[in-house]
């Protein structure tokens, strides 16, 4: 059969999709995993956010799927619905498919949407069946973690358990299946990868929990080395590890990354996401070899500075450092200093915007990440489906706004007890765009050429709103910050 994947266009703030396209890992994950005679195209609209209507429908008329399946975040739903709405109007008889981190946890808001199969949390397994009971004609009732339509109403089959990942089963991604091209990380092609899945905390913030419980599975040395030496083959110069959470064992990450250097691999450079109080507590060996092996930004879930913050989001333990096995207080200044010591870049994760913020508590936050981070990606507590976080905003009325294209992350849709959603947006923004230009000098060091051609587009997006006249100081912040707003809404308008 033929099969088009798709994963949706939008962006946001800190994704400037002149500088920063990274593919979607699910998709060709699933190309991988079908049966080998399907013949499948991934397509990442984030490569052609401006062309979307007529990307797909050349990809339509060109490709003639009976199997179209889309991988959609919550913030990208309304997307996912006007595409649904065009491939129907293109293929009638198409059979559509849902999946990824929205379809999964608010599996109800599709059920309207002209989607036939709705695959609930990991897909490879749960989509290869669908296939074969699709071209087969065979019925759909046993495949675990599936959702179908039933005539007017749908069936939620019972709950596939997570993949162990231990043995081969699911097999390598199908980079092949690209068939747009143009990813890049300021110049530089980007790919991702995985070595394991799952999490055991339960950050009152994080959709993982629900998403597949609390869990963590890892794959073998080798699939790993053999995964980024085929990203590396297919042009990537750099590999981001989307793992949920790899430094959960940190004797693993150190072998890991001595696992790169042996095969090689260290030239390629890397990004990973990972808690302060792993590289805290284990930076004196972890830091050393992470950087030996190409490791060059590390996104530090730092979350917040202060404790009362902290508990909110329930993510003290992951932010704890540890002394002779007692707990010594916040690990993130100590993280820091290790990856630093060791010339790698943080990316600064911090969530402002939590019920009890006040003005000095997110001005705190702000002035950390100034003097700490070197690139900030700072966002705003959001209330997406079924996350602990959502019903403590729901039970305090502070929600907002229920327009999900704006629960980016970085547009505010909740207010604190003390400050209105939009004053939490703009004093965030308002300090995160000079944060970036700090930032320029290593870039300039480290991607001259793309500095030099592309420079002034990241300059310009992240300063969209002014003009000269904020420039010179005779309009308010405020000003820019609407017109920025306004810039914002009307570029989500992808479809
Ligand atoms: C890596 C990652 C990123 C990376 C890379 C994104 C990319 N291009 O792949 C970066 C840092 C760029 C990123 C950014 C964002 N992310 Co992010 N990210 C993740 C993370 C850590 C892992 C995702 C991943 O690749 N997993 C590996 C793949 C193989 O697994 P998977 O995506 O789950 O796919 C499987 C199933 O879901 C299913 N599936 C998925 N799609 C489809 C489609 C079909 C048809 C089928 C059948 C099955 C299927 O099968 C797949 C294979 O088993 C998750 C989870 C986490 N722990 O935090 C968050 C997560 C997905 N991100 C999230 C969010 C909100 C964002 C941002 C909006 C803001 C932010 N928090 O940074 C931005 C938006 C990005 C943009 N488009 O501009 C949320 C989504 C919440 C939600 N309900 O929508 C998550 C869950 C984190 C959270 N807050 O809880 N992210
Ligand atoms: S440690 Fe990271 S992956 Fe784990 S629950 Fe917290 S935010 Fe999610």
Excluded at 103 to 126: F, I, N
Aim: charged fraction near 25%.
């Amino acid at each position: 059969m033929n099969v088009l994947l798709l994963s949706m266009p939008d962006s946001f703030e800190h994704m400037p999709p002149h500088a920063i396209r990274m593919p979607n890992g699910a998709l060709t994950s699933l190309a991988g995993n079908v049966d080998p005679h399907h013949r499948v195209a991934v397509a990442d609209l984030i490569l052609v956010q401006r062309q979307v209507r007529e990307t797909v429908t050349r990809l339509v008329g060109e490709l003639d799927p009976e199997v179209v399946g889309l991988s959609i975040m919550t913030f990208q739903r309304r997307t996912a619905a006007r595409l649904i709405e065009l491939v129907r109007a293109l293929r009638p008889g198409v059979k559509i498919v849902v999946g990824g981190y929205d379809p999964s946890l608010a599996p109800e808001a599709y059920e309207d949407m002209g989607v036939d199969y709705l695959v609930r949390s990991e897909g490879e397994v749960t989509f290869r069946e669908l296939l074969r009971a699709v071209e087969q004609g065979s019925g759909v009732d046993r495949i675990g973690g599936l959702s179908y339509r039933n005539g007017e109403s749908w069936v939620h089959n019972p709950d596939r358990a997570p993949h162990r990942l231990e043995d081969s089963e699911i097999r390598l991604p199908n980079r092949d299946a690209r068939v747009l091209k143009g990813y890049t990380l300021m110049g530089r092609q980007i790919d991702v990868i995985e070595t394991s899945r799952g999490c055991t905390f339960d950050c009152s913030f994080c959709s993982i929990i629900e998403m597949r419980g609390r869990n963590f599975h890892t794959y073998s040395f080798d699939r790993v080395l053999a995964d980024i030496r085929d990203a590396r083959d297919h042009g990537a110069r750099t590999i981001f590890l989307v793992d949920d959470n790899i430094t959960l064992n940190v004797r693993r990450f150190e072998a890991l990354c001595e696992a790169i250097i042996a095969a090689g691999l260290h030239k390629l450079d890397y990004f990973v996401q990972a808690m302060t109080s792993a590289i805290a507590n284990h930076g004196e060996t972890l830091a050393p070899l992470m950087r030996r092996a190409g490791f060059r930004y590390v996104f530090l879930g730092i979350e917040n500075i202060l404790e009362g913050d902290l508990e909110f989001l329930r993510a003290s333990a992951k932010n704890t450092e540890r002394t002779n096995g007692h707990n010594t207080g916040n690990a993130t200044l100590k993280a820091i200093d290790y990856l630093h010591r060791h010339q790698m870049y943080v990316v600064g994760g911090l969530i402002v915007g939590s019920p009890g913020d006040t003005r000095e508590s997110i001005e705190a936050n702000l002035e950390f990440a100034r003097r700490y981070v070197d690139w900030p990606y700072i966002q705003h507590p959001t209330p997406y489906p079924r996350t602990p976080m959502t019903k403590d905003f729901r039970d305090q009325g502070l929600i907002m706004s229920e327009r999900l294209e704006e629960y980016d992350g970085t547009t505010a849709v909740v207010r604190t007890e003390h400050l209105p959603a939009e004053e939490v947006e703009f004093m965030r923004w308002k300090a995160e765009r000079w944060m970036k230009i700090h930032h320029i000098p290593a870039c300039v060091k480290h991607d001259p050429r793309f500095v030099l051609f592309q420079g002034w587009k990241m300059f310009a997006h992240t300063f969209r709103g002014s003009s000269i006249r904020s420039a010179l100081g005779l309009e308010s912040q405020k000003k820019v910050f609407e017109r920025y707003r306004a810039i914002r809404r009307a570029e989500r308008e992808y479809v």
